[in-house]
Nanobody
């Protein structure tokens, strides 16, 4: 089993920044990638970004490219999402996810995800 604990959400004005963190514990030695999904009210959950654990290769949704940056700390089993130039449409619950094969960037459910952290961007 894998446990994911997110932190760093909150309320920010448009144009501001937030940094999300997610610490993984448990059976993480087979991790292919960690990343983030988000779900806005009344919308389906969508892929935001992922980073492969062995190579650090990243992938982003078009809607966040150039504004968000994902990174990892292997020693801490932690993934980060730096969110800059935030827009009201970025308002959502952000879920950390971990997968053993490539899934979330293909629109499939990852193997594990956390409880979520709320990000609210005011206009």
């Amino acid at each position: 089993q894998v446990r994911l604990v997110e932190s760093g959400g909150g309320l920010v004005q448009a144009g501001g920044s937030l940094r999300l963190s997610c610490a993984a514990s448990g059976r993480t030695f087979s991790t292919y990638a960690m990343g983030w999904l988000r779900q806005a009210p009344g919308k389906e959950r969508e892929f935001v970004a992922h980073i492969t654990w062995s190579t650090g290769s990243t992938m982003y949704a078009d809607s966040v490219k150039g504004r968000f940056a994902i990174s990892r700390d292997i020693a801490k089993n932690t993934v980060y999402l730096q969110m800059n130039s935030l827009k009201p449409e970025d308002t959502a619950v952000y879920y950390c996810a971990l997968e053993w094969t490539r899934k979330m960037s293909r629109g499939l459910e990852p193997d594990y995800w956390g409880q979520g952290t709320q990000v609210t961007v005011s206009s």
